[in-house]
C-alpha cells in the first residue's frame, strides 16, 4: 500500500514517509501483536496495555510492509498478489525516491534521512539487502539513465562520497589512508556552508561503480566497528551525492547535492540520558541525535509561528553538515522505520511524534548557480567582449596590430581554461575508473577464492555490515592474529586479539582450528583450548567478540541457509553455554513470557558488552571485572509477586575487594565512556610507544569510567509478613535473607511484636479474632531486628559491614539498623515502634496482604552508613518512632493525647447513649441475647489458645527449616543429623496434633453448653 497524501514540490515542507516492516524472530518468539494499523495515509498506535487508547498520526507517505507479501525465486520480497497492500522497495521508490532524483536534476539540494529504532529497517529501506536494494542503489540506478537519457542536452558529472559520524568524529568511509585521529573536521565557509575537509568525493559514471563503492564503504565500516569495538548502530552514515549539470547551449550549471542519512538507532538517545550516572558525559553516545531531535523540534517551533532565539545547528556534527536539509536550502524527506510489535510500542510511538514535529518544517529550496557555471559565464561573457573588440581593432588598422595579439592570446587563454575545466572532470574520471577495475579485480579474486577455499565470514550485530569481511584460509598452516609478519598469516584486530592468536590448519580436506596459549576461542558457544576439526557452518568467536562463521569446502555447502546464524544465535548460544535458556512457558505452549523474553535478549545483549569490557579492562590495568547478574524484582516487592526480571551488571575491583552494582543503562553508558578511553590510550600507545596499562592511569578518577565512589550495596532481601499484626499476634522469625539470584546471604532473626503505646509487648488476651476490631483505634507493634548470622558478605572480606533497611506502610522514607562491621554472625539488637493513631482499612489491608521487606544493605570501607530519615512521614497515620529519635517521640506523643482527649470525648457521648439503650433494651423485657455473647468469648479464647499455640509450632517449623547437616558432616555425622531430623519431625507433628485436638475438644465442648443452654438435644 502506499499513500500520497499531496504532491512532493508543492511546498518545502519536510516529507515524511513512514514504514512498519514485518515482525522480526524475536517478536515472533515472544508471540507479538500488531498494535499498528493504516488506512491511507493515517496511521494508528494502539497502546498494548490499554486497548481503548491508540493515537493516529497523519503523514505524507505511509507504507504498509508488514504483512501480504511474499518471497519470489529471485529472493525479491513482493505483495502477494498484484495490487495487494504490501508496499515493497519498488513502491517506496517511486514516491519518495523518483521525488528526490526529480528535484536533485531541477539543480535542488534534496535530503533523505531515516530515523528509527535499531532493527526497524533504516537500513533496509536505504540501502537494502541481497535482491532487495534500498533507495540509493535504485536512485543511483535512475541517476545514471537519465544522464544516459539526456546527455545531448547537458553533460553531467556524478561525485560520490560515504562518510560516517561515530561519537562526534567524522570517519571518511573511502579513504584509503590511514584513519586521521579524532576523525575529519568539519569547517564552514560562508558560500558552502558546512563542509567536511578532506573528505574523499570520487567521480562516478555508473551505477555500478557506485555500488561498488558503497560496498566498500561498508567494509570499511565493518572493520572500524571490529577494529575500534564501537557498535555501527550507534553510528550515523552519510552519502553524499554531489550533481553537476553542464547545459552547453543555454550555457548554465546546475549543481546539486543529494544526502542520503541512515541515522543511528533512535532508541540509544533515551536510553542514555534517562538514568543519573556519575559520569553524564556518557549522554555524548548521541549527542547527534540528540541534537537533531532539538534541531526538528526548533525548527517545528518556528513553522507554527513561536518565538524562537536559537536553533542549535552548531551543536553537533550531523546537525552542522544537515543544516541546509533542516530549514534551509534542500527538499527534504524523512522515512520513519518502525516495528509494529507490541514489545516496541514505546520506541514506535516516540518514532511517530518525533515524525509529526519533522513533518512541521519548512525548508527554501533554491535552484544552485554553481562557481562553475559562473565562471564558464563569465569567461564566455569576457570572450564575446574581446571578439567585439578584436573587430573594431581590425578596422583601426595596422597601428592596432599589436593590441590584436595580445588580446588574441588573452582569448586562447580563455578558451584553453574552458577547456580545461571540461577536460579535468574526464581526467578524474579516467583515475577513478583505473581504481574501479583494481576494486573490481579484487571482487572477480574473491569470488573465484569462495569458490575454491573454506572460509570465515563475519557476523556483526548490524544485519548490515555481516558478511562483509571474508578470510580465506587456504591449504597449509595459517596464523590468525593480529600479527602480519608470520609466512602465512590471516590479519584480524579486535577487542583480545593476540599476536597469535591461533593457527588454522587446511590438510586433506580438513580444517582444524588450534588456540595458542593465553588465547580465547569459542566454537559454538563452549570454550576450547585444543585442535578443534571445523565443520561447515560452525561458530568461532576470537578474542572477547570477533564473531566468524565458518564456511567448509565448496563440496560441503549445500543450498542451506546461512541467514539463521546471526548475531543472536551466537550469543544466544554462548548463553546457552552458560546455562541460561529460553524456557517455553509451563502452559505448554509455544509461546515464552514475554518479560521473560526482554530478560533473555538483554542478556544476550548485554553478554558480548560485559566480554568487551572485561578485556579493556584488563588491558588498562584497571582491576575491575564486571560480570551479569539476572536480579529478581520479586525480592523487593511487599506483596512478594513474581513481578519481573531484570539485568544488573556486578563490578568488582578484585584487589580492594570493593563492589558496585550497576543498572544495564548505566552499564551500557559507561561501556561507550570505556570505549572511547580505551581507543584514546591505544591512539596514545602507538604514537609513544609506550607500556601497556600506562597512558590511561593519567586519566583523573573522577573522569574514569571504571571507577565509582564506594557506596553500600544491596545483598539480599527478607520478607517478613505482617499478617499476625492484624490479629494482635506475635510473630518470631529466622528469614533466610536472599540475595539477586536466588543465593543465601544470611539468616535473620526478627519479631513482630504487638505492644501498648509505651512499648508493653501485649498479651494472650488481647489477641484478636477479628482484625477488622482494629478499625479506628490505635495499634502499636514494635519491630525487632535481632541477630544477623552467616553473613556471605562479611564472610567474603572481613573489614566489611552490614545494615539492615527495611519500609512500612506509606512511609516514603527507608529506615536502617546502625551498621555493625566485621562479625560473621553480629548482633543487632535494634528496636523499633510503630504506631498507627487510627487504623484504617487501608492500613488493615496492607497487614493483612503485605510483608515488610527487610533489606541487607552491605557495606564497604571507605562508604558512608545509610541513615534514617523520618521526613515526609505522615505523622498522624503511621509514625515510625525510633527510640533514638526522641524529638520525633516527642511530637508522636504530644499528637496522641490531643487524639485521646478528642476519643475520650467521643467515648463519653457513646457511654451515654449506649446506657440509655440498655435501660431501653431492659425494659422491653428482651431475653435471651445473653447465651450468644459468651459463646462468642468461649470461641474467642479457644481460638487464642489454638494461635498461641500455633506460634510455637511455627518456631518448630522454622528450625526444622533451618536445620541442615554441616559442610564437614562426614557418614557419621549424617547419621546424627538423620535422628535430630527425626526427632525434631516427630516433636513437630506432637505438637500439632495437640494443638488441633484441643481445639477440637474445646470447640465441641463449647457447641454441646451451647445445645444444653438452648434447649436444642440433638
Ligand atoms: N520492510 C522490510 N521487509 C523485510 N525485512 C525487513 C524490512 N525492514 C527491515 N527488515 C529486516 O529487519 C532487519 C533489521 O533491519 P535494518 O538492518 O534495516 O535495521 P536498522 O533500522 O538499520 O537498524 P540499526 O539501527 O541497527 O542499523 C534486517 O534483517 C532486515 O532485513
Ligand atoms: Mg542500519
Known amino acids: 500500500m502506499r499513500a500520497k497524501a499531496a504532491d512532493m514540490h508543492s511546498k518545502d515542507c519536510v516529507k515524511v514517509a513512514v514504514r512498519v516492516r514485518p515482525f522480526n524472530k524475536r517478536e515472533r518468539d515472544a508471540g507479538s501483536r500488531c498494535i499498528v494499523s493504516m488506512v491511507s495515509s493515517s496511521i494508528t498506535i494502539q497502546d498494548p496495555r490499554e486497548s481503548q487508547s491508540r493515537r493516529s498520526f497523519c503523514f505524507d507517505y505511509a507504507y504498509w510492509s508488514h504483512s501480504g507479501f511474499t518471497r519470489d525465486r529471485g529472493g525479491l520480497y513482493v505483495p502477494e498478489e498484484p495490487g495487494g497492500r504490501y508496499a515493497d522497495q519498488d513502491s517506496v521508490f517511486q514516491d519518495l525516491g523518483e521525488g528526490i532524483l526529480e528535484n536533485a536534476l531541477q539543480g535542488y539540494n534534496a535530503t533523505l534521512l531515516a530515523y528509527g529504532q535499531t532493527g526497524s529497517g533504516k537500513s533496509y529501506s536505504m540501502v537494502g539487502y541481497g535482491p532487495n536494494k534500498g533507495l540509493v542503489p535504485k536512485l543511483c540506478d535512475r541517476l545514471f539513465q537519465s544522464i544516459r537519457e539526456n546527455q545531448d542536452t547537458r553533460q553531467c558529472q556524478v561525485f560520490f562520497s560515504m562518510l560516517e559520524i561515530y561519537n562526534e568524529q567524522v570517519v571518511d568511509l573511502l579513504s584509503r589512508g590511514t584513519r586521521t585521529p579524532g576523525g575529519l573536521r568539519v ?237 579535468l572532470w574526464e581526467q578524474h574520471l579516467q583515475e577513478a575508473l583505473k581504481d574501479w577495475e583494481q576494486q573490481y579485480a579484487n571482487i572477480t579474486q574473491e569470488r573465484r577464492m569462495m569458490q575454491m577455499h573454506p572460509y570465515i565470514l563475519n557476523i556483526n550485530e548490524d544485519a548490515q555490515l555481516s558478511g562483509v569481511v571474508k578470510l580465506f584460509i587456504q591449504e597449509g598452516e595459517w596464523d590468525i592474529g593480529l600479527c602480519d609478519s608470520t609466512p602465512k598469516y590471516i590479519s584480524i584486530k579486535g577487542l583480545g586479539i593476540q599476536e597469535r592468536h591461533a593457527v588454522f590448519r587446511n590438510e586433506q580436506r580438513r580444517v582444524t582450528l588450534t588456540p595458542l596459549e593465553g588465547s580465547k576461542v569459542i566454537v559454538n558457544g563452549n570454550t576450547v583450548s585444543q585442535t578443534t576439526e571445523l565443520q561447515h557452518l560452525d561458530r568461532l568467536i576470537l578474542g572477547s567478540n570477533c564473531t566468524y562463521l565458518f564456511i567448509g569446502f565448496p563440496s560441503e555447502r549445500g543450498g542451506d541457509d546461512w541467514s539463521r546464524y546471526d548475531y543472536d544465535y551466537f550469543q544466544s548460544e554462548l548463553a546457552a553455554a552458560e546455562g541460561i535458556h529460553l524456557v517455553e512457558s509451563s502452559t505448554g505452549s509455544s509461546q515464552t513470557d514475554p518479560s521473560l523474553l526482554a530478560v533473555f535478549y538483554d542478556y544476550i545483549k548485554l553478554m558480548p558488552m560485559v566480554a568487551e569490557a572485561n578485556q579493556m579492562s584488563q588491558e588498562l590495568n584497571k582491576g575491575v571485572e564486571f560480570k551479569l547478574e539476572i536480579k529478581n524484582l520479586a525480592l523487593s516487592d511487599s506483596k512478594g509477586h513474581d513481578l519481573k526480571k531484570e539485568i544488573v551488571v556486578r563490578v568488582t575491583a578484585v584487589g580492594r575487594k570493593q563492589v558496585w552494582m550497576w543498572s544495564k543503562t548505566k552499564f551500557v553508558n559507561r561501556k561507550f565512556l570505556m570505549e572511547d578511553a580505551y581507543q584514546r590510550h591505544q591512539a596514545e600507545r602507538s604514537r609513544d610507544n609506550i607500556a601497556e596499562g600506562l597512558s590511561t592511569a593519567a586519566l583523573p578518577r573522577d573522569k574514569d569510567p571504571f571507577w565509582d565512589p564506594v557506596e553500600p550495596l544491596l545483598l539480599g532481601t527478607a520478607h517478613l509478613w505482617l499478617q499476625s499484626l492484624a490479629f494482635r499476634i506475635p510473630l518470631e522469625e529466622q528469614l533466610e535473607v536472599l540475595g539477586s539470584e536466588g543465593t543465601e546471604e544470611a539468616i535473620l532473626q526478627a519479631q513482630l511484636v504487638p505492644c501498648t503505646s509505651t512499648g508493653l509487648a501485649l498479651g494472650e488476651d488481647e489477641i484478636l479474632i477479628d482484625p477488622t476490631e482494629l478499625l479506628g483505634r490505635r495499634l502499636d507493634f514494635q519491630l525487632f531486628l535481632e541477630q544477623c548470622c552467616g553473613l556471605r558478605w562479611i ?133 435471651g441475647r445473653s447465651v450468644r455473647p459468651s459463646c462468642d468469648a468461649e470461641f474467642a479464647r479457644a481460638l487464642k489458645v489454638f494461635y498461641h499455640s500455633m506460634t510455637s509450632v511455627r518456631g518448630q517449623l522454622q528450625r526444622l527449616r533451618r536445620h541442615r547437616p554441616s559442610e564437614e558432616s562426614d557418614l557419621l555425622g549424617f547419621r546424627l543429623f538423620v535422628d535430630e531430623q527425626s526427632r525434631m519431625l516427630r516433636d513437630f507433628s506432637e505438637q500439632l496434633e495437640q494443638s488441633v485436638s484441643t481445639l477440637k475438644q474445646d470447640v465441641a465442648a463449647i457447641v454441646r453448653r451451647k445445645r444444653e443452654r438452648s434447649g436444642i438435644w440433638s
Not at 514489545?343 to 533554491?366: F, G, M, P, W
Not at 583601426?396 to 596590430?401: D, F, P, Q, S, V
Open 187 to 423: 569547517r564552514e565557509e560562508q558560500q558552502r556552508g558546512f563542509y567536511v575537509e578532506g573528505l574523499r568525493t570520487i567521480p562516478c559514471d555508473n551505477a555500478v561503480q557506485v555500488e561498488q563503492l558503497m560496498e566498500q564503504g561498508t567494509r570499511t565500516r565493518t572493520t572500524a566497528a571490529t577494529h575500534m569495538n564501537a557498535n555501527s548502530s550507534r553510528s550515523h552514515m552519510l552519502i553524499i551525492l554531489q550533481l553537476k549539470q553542464i547545459f552547453s547551449k543555454e550555457s548554465i550549471t546546475k549543481q546539486s547535492n543529494i544526502n542520503l542519512v541512515d541515522l543511528a538507532g533512535s532508541e540509544r538517545q533515551r536510553s542514555s540520558g534517562s538514568e543519573a550516572d556519575r559520569l553524564k558525559e556518557g549522554t555524548a553516545i548521541n549527542l547527534s541525535l540528540t541534537t537533531l531531535g532539538n534541531v526538528i523540534s526548533s525548527l517545528a517551533d518556528v513553522a507554527v509561528g513561536k518565538k524562537v532565539v536559537h536553533i542549535p545547528y552548531r551543536d553537533s556534527v550531523l546537525t552542522k553538515l544537515l543544516q541546509s536539509a533542516l530549514g534551509g536550502n534542500s527538499r527534504t524527506v524523512m522515512i520513519a522505520t518502525l516495528s509494529p510489535a507490541d514489545i516496541c510500542y514505546e520506541e514506535s510511538l516516540s518514532t511517530l511524534r518525533y515524525a509529526e514535529r519533522a513533518k512541521r518544517i519548512q525548508n527554501r529550496a533554491v535552484v544552485n548557480e554553481s562557481p562553475t557555471e559562473r565562471l564558464v559565464k563569465e569567461l564566455k561573457a569576457e570572450n564575446a567582449r574581446l571578439l567585439q573588440r578584436l573587430g573594431r581593432l581590425g578596422q583601426e588598422g595596422r597601428r592596432a596590430n599589436d593590441e590584436t595579439k595580445e588580446l588574441r592570446q588573452l582569448l586562447t587563454h580563455n578558451e584553453l581554461q574552458i577547456r580545461a575545466i571540461q577536460t
Open 795 to 927: 564472610r567474603e572480606a572481613r573489614n566489611r559491614g552490614v545494615q539492615i533497611g527495611f519500609r512500612l506502610f506509606d512511609c516514603s522514607h527507608p529506615l536502617y539498623s546502625p551498621a555493625v562491621w566485621h562479625n560473621v554472625n553480629p548482633l543487632l539488637d535494634h528496636r523499633v515502634h510503630f504506631a498507627s493513631l487510627h487504623t484504617s482499612q487501608h492500613l488493615l489491608d496492607y497487614l493483612q496482604s503485605s510483608a515488610v521487606v527487610l533489606e541487607l544493605w552491605g557495606l564497604q570501607e571507605g562508604c558512608t552508613d545509610l541513615v534514617s530519615s523520618l521526613e515526609g512521614a505522615d505523622p498522624v497515620n503511621t509514625a515510625p518512632v525510633d527510640s533514638a529519635e526522641l524529638s520525633c517521640s516527642v511530637r508522636a506523643l504530644q499528637q496522641d493525647l490531643e487524639e485521646l482527649k478528642s476519643v475520650n470525648s467521643s467515648l463519653r457521648k457513646e457511654n451515654h447513649i449506649l446506657r440509655e439503650q440498655l435501660n431501653a433494651a431492659r425494659n422491653d423485657g428482651v431475653r
